[in-house]
């Protein structure tokens, strides 16, 4: 499977899963997160311990703009969308590779997401 290297996160950079279509192979192109509940629980619990997934919190800390929904690593192109069974309140982590919630929050949560077709296309085209 292909991956494309984007900067989003200043000098850190992000890779984000490039699927070819493959009707043939149903999920065949879908991360492995995507397709296997072990791996995604995995990938879930390495999030949770070292960026703190969560619910989001509405405490006074809490930016209601700064949920999965709206992050920079949050994937809901219409590839990725079809790998996770089209639930519209669901994503997939770029960083952290498993499917997550777009209510809740992480410590490394990035500004300009989500990712979807036409910010994807975007940023290929600048590569």
Do not use: H
Request: with cysteine.
């Amino acid at each position: 499977m292909p991956i494309i290297t984007i900067s989003i996160l200043g000098e850190k950079e992000l890779e984000v899963d490039k699927m070819e279509d493959n009707d043939e192979d149903e999920g065949g192109s879908c991360p492995v997160a995507t397709r296997d509940e072990d791996v995604n629980e995995q990938n879930k619990q390495q999030c949770v311990e070292e960026a703190n997934y969560r619910d989001a919190d509405t405490g006074a800390a809490f930016k209601i703009s700064e949920v999965c929904g709206n992050c920079g690593a949050f994937n809901q192109t219409s590839q990725i969308m079809k790998c996770l069974g089209g639930e519209e309140d669901k994503g997939y982590c770029q960083i952290y590779k498993f499917a997550c919630s777009a209510y809740n929050t992480c410590d490394d949560w990035v500004k300009g997401g989500p990712i979807t077709d036409s910010k994807f296309d975007l940023r290929n085209e600048t590569m």
